[in-house]
């Protein structure tokens, strides 16, 4: 489904030309693809200017913390910048479904999410349109937005993009998928992953620091997903000690057992199965050892 480059962001606004001038050669994300998005959407993620939304709603899937009672307030972007092979949603992020939306509806949206009472505004894989999501949330927080904000990342970005969300998102909730480039390069399109992922978070925690609970819901910091692939492709010890060194061992870490294979995993052999319970067990008992010790359901 391909999507026209009509401007949506408010271009006679004087304060967002450099903005504008970033999607006239796009740089937002690693792939510094350097396409004219405003023309036309022949990046990586494949969007123009306009924001694509695939769905939004409360979403009871996510972590404890995160969906609350009334659940996560879930915006599926369409598009990726990373593609992985094994996509759980590649109909979002390979196939591009979705529909149009402006930044006026996309406020409208989360002001409804929070009428709902939704817990946050959860934005799922939300970098290829960072600058229309900062001006959508600034205009939600003039008309009463209060809840906090995610950006739920597949990890491949830019300390520079991360930089300009500073006191827009309140919770950061990337994945770390991959250290070595082999397997970043075999599964993603994305082979210096690990590379611009790891400053990512680092500049993610330095912003919000670790994962603030109160009362059973998260109000601030930083929640890292890990999903284990079978067989070590996912390079999960490294994943560990990485985190454990350079971000603490306070750090809220989800070690994620539900991969199932998807999309083109059947061309891969070696994670075209599911992961043991003994591969899985013993990643948690590596991550306890290392004095890992939330979420508390993991670690206990």
Known sequence: MGFGGEIFLCINNPKLKNEIDILK??????HNCGVDRTVS??????????LVIYSFGPHFGEEPELTGRFGSGTIFFTGCNLLCVFCQNYDISHLREGYGV?????SEI???L????CSNINFVTPTHFTLQIIQAVKSAKTKGLNIPVVWNTGGYEKTETIKMLEGIVDIYMPDLKFVREDKSNLYTEAEDYFSYASRAVTEMHRQVGDLIIRNG?????LLIRHLILPENQSDTEEIINFI???LGTNTYLNLMEQYHPCYKADEYPLINNRISFEEYNYFVDYARKKGFRRPDYIFK
């Open 25 to 30: 050669s796009c740089n937002i994300c690693p």
């Open 41 to 50: 959407p022949n990046g990586v993620c494949g969007m123009g200017t306009n």
């Open 102 to 106: 402006d930044e006026r509806r996309l």
């Open 110 to 112: 989360m002001l409804l």
């Open 114 to 117: 929070q009428e709902r009472g």
């Open 217 to 221: 819901v998260s109000k601030r910091g």
């Open 244 to 246: 454990a060194e350079e």
